[in-house]
Each structure stands twice: as structure tokens, then as C-alpha cells.
């Protein structure tokens, strides 16, 4: 993602309005590693701007993404995240914390995939689900998981 500064020139060239919270929005974005969702977003920036609306959150998210500035994921875990590393890179997803994480897989590109007869592949997004290491400390000697409605993984049984 480009700088705010860099940003708010973006958006009046494309006739978007900068306003006090768009510029916010995306100092808070800058370099966000977290995968932040809109309620994220829409808490963190109420913090520092009382007022803000979550319909100006919402309708900034979907101007970047449009922008091609900031990337949206549904991880089937939650509500959708965003994700200002527009670059080539891959995700991993706590299924404890829900927790997301930029990975990069050497050689992702050259994968020899089998059944795209005749289809053509514009990117591709590799997500894997695990444990994070701070979910991971937290299991106890049972095996039961820290979330209670996520199975154990050596019974396969709820805690």
C-alpha cells in the first residue's frame, strides 16, 4: 500500500473527496501487518477521531480495494480482513485466535497443478490453517483446545 500522503493524491485524482478520517484510515492502514477487519479498523480509528462512521470505515475499505490498494480475504473464519501488502505473499490463519499472518512460499508460481485444461491462472493465494504459537502454548496436557467449540486435535472431540 502506498503512503497516506501518496494515497490522498490517489484519491482526488480519481475525484474521491480526502477528508480528516479518509487520511486516518489510512495512516492506520500504513503497513498494517494485523489483517484488521472493518470493526477493527472502525474501533481503532474511533479511538483517535470520536464520530467516525462506520459507513466512511466501509466505504474506504471498498474504495482501496477498488484502487487495488488494499487486498480483502475471507478467511471462512470471521468477517472479511484487509490487507494492505498488495504484493505476491500467502496467508496463515490461527483457527484458535483467528489471527492472520503474511507467509511466503518459495516456488508458489511453479506449482504443477493438475486439471486447469484450459484455464488461465491470474494469481494464486495459498492459506494455511493451524495453530498459532501463542494458541499452541496455551492447549493443556488433555489436548483440549483454548476455544471450546474447536475440536481436539488428537480426539477429534469438542471440550
Known amino acids: 500500500m502506498r503512503s497516506p500522503a501518496e494515497l490522498s493524491s490517489a484519491f482526488r485524482e480519481s475525484g474521491l473527496k480526502v477528508t480528516p478520517q479518509r487520511q486516518l484510515l489510512f495512516r492506520l492502514l500504513h503497513d498494517n501487518a494485523t489483517h484488521p477487519t472493518a470493526d477493527a479498523l472502525f474501533a481503532a480509528a474511533s479511538e483517535q477521531m470520536p464520530g467516525i462512521s462506520l459507513r466512511t470505515v466501509y466505504q474506504t475499505l471498498t474504495d482501496l480495494t477498488s484502487m487495488g490498494e488494499l487486498q480483502s480475504f475471507d478467511f471462512g473464519n470471521g468477517p472479511a480482513r484487509f490487507d494492505p501488502n498488495v504484493g505476491s505473499h500467502h496467508?496463515?490463519?490461527?483457527?484458535?485466535?483467528?489471527?492472520?499472518?503474511?507467509?511466503?512460499?518459495?516456488?508458489?508460481?511453479?506449482?504443477?497443478?493438475?486439471?486447469l485444461e484450459g484455464f488461465t491462472i491470474d494469481r494464486s493465494d495459498i492459506v494455511f490453517h493451524g495453530l498459532c504459537a501463542r494458541c499452541s502454548t496455551t492447549q493443556d496436557v488433555t489436548g483440549s483446545h483454548p476455544n471450546s467449540n474447536i475440536p481436539s486435535p488428537t480426539t477429534g472431540a469438542m471440550s
Not at 93 to 113: M, T, W
Open 91 to 115: 496467508h496463515v490463519v490461527c483457527r484458535s485466535c483467528n489471527d492472520v499472518a503474511d507467509v511466503y512460499v518459495a516456488g508458489a508460481s511453479d506449482l504443477d497443478v493438475a486439471g
